[in-house]
Antibody, heavy 118, light 111 residues
């Protein structure tokens, strides 16, 4: 069955960098868009970024544009989110999720916590 | 784009029905039949309960149903059970530049 496992979350200082990973299994990874979504503590869900199956298309929320970069390695069934210039308000649980053509996702990982604090 | 609008909270008694609304614009909810609903229990990842406005994924109870009229989508949960108590989020496709928008979430309390 579909399985998504995020990793890489950590405590980091403002201005720091972090790379999140998402290992996918149970489906033809390259056939699907993948999406990063985050949820600040006690808050709602926020779309962060998407990448098409061939990785030709990417896009970002205004709040992370220019600081975050999404990529994928279809040979390794893996998705990545490189985060730079992290700010306190980037603190959140980050989820990777599977999407058909960028539409609302159907399967989600369990999330990985990123904490940005001095 | 702004988040979709949901009521902050709804409540109902076991056995009753509740409906949660999700209001957007013609650029998202009203423009596409790609509205999904997610159930999230505390400390857990969101789980899909309705996709494409009114499609129930395999394994989801038929007590969950979805609909859409104009720029507003709705999730109805009938025959409320204690385990339905959770946060519910709507999500709509909003075009290639934005991808998806989420509602602010609704807390369902089963009294």
């Amino acid at each position: 069955q579909v399985h998504l496992v995020e990793s890489g979350g950590a405590l980091v200082k403002p201005g720091g960098s972090l790379r999140l990973s998402c290992a996918a299994s149970g489906f033809p990874f390259s056939d699907y868009y993948m999406i990063w979504i985050r949820q600040a503590p006690g808050k709602g869900l926020e779309w962060v970024s998407y990448i098409s199956g061939s990785d030709a298309l990417t896009n970002y929320a205004h709040s992370v544009q220019g600081r975050f970069s999404v990529s994928r390695d279809n040979a390794k069934n893996s998705l990545y989110l490189q985060m730079k210039s992290l700010r306190v308000d980037d603190t959140a649980t980050y989820y990777c999720a599977r999407s058909v053509w960028g539409t609302p996702p159907d399967f989600w990982g369990q999330g990985t916590l990123v904490t940005v604090s001095p | 784009q702004s988040a979709l609008t949901q009521p902050r909270s709804v409540s109902g008694s076991p056995g009753q029905s509740v409906t949660i609304s999700c209001t957007g614009t013609s650029s998202d909810v009203g423009g596409y039949n790609y509205v999904s609903w997610y159930q999230q229990h505390p400390g857990k990842a969101p789980k899909l309960v309705i996709s494409d406005v009114n499609t129930r994924p395999s394994g989801v109870s038929n007590r969950f149903s979805g609909s859409k009229s104009g720029n507003t989508a709705s999730l109805t949960i009938s025959g409320l059970q204690v385990e339905d108590e959770a946060d519910y989020y709507c999500c709509s496709y909003a075009g290639t530049s934005t991808s998806v928008l989420f509602g602010g979430g609704t807390t369902l309390t089963v009294l």
